[in-house]
């Protein structure tokens, strides 16, 4: 049985910094494409970023690229995100995905099959 868990949430100030980080048991990292995704408050659940299977491609929204950066440690069987110059709008539940599917990557939730609960990270301004 496949386990995501987060971890790394809470409260920031505008232009803060957090790091996300989601531990995998069950399998290794490397069988999956792995993607953050978010659900803002009152919103559907939106894409943030995905990493390849290989680790060799990363796909990030507008709305994060040049902010927020993935990574991950097959070591460890992790996979971080790292948030810089947040602000209100990154308020949101984050939650972790592996895809077997999909193992290039995939702006699309439905891709994805195993999620793990989620972490709150919340911004003021």
């Known amino acids: 049985q496949v386990s995501l868990v987060e971890s790394g949430g809470g409260l920031v100030q505008t232009g803060g910094s957090l790091r996300l980080s989601c531990a995998v048991s069950g399998r290794t990292i490397s069988s999956y494409a792995m993607g953050w995704f978010r659900r803002a408050p009152g919103k559907e659940r939106s894409f943030v970023v995905a990493?390849?299977?290989?680790?060799?491609?990363?796909y990030y929204s507008d709305h994060v690229k040049g902010r927020f950066t993935i990574s991950r440690d097959t070591a460890k069987n992790t996979v971080d995100l790292q948030m810089n110059d947040l602000d209100p709008t990154d308020t949101a539940v984050y939650l972790c995905a592996a895809s077997e599917r999909a193992v290039g990557g995939s702006y699309y939730y439905g891709e994805y099959d195993y999620w793990g609960q989620g972490t709150q990270v919340t911004v003021s301004s």
């Open positions: 990493i390849s299977w290989s680790g060799a491609s990363t």
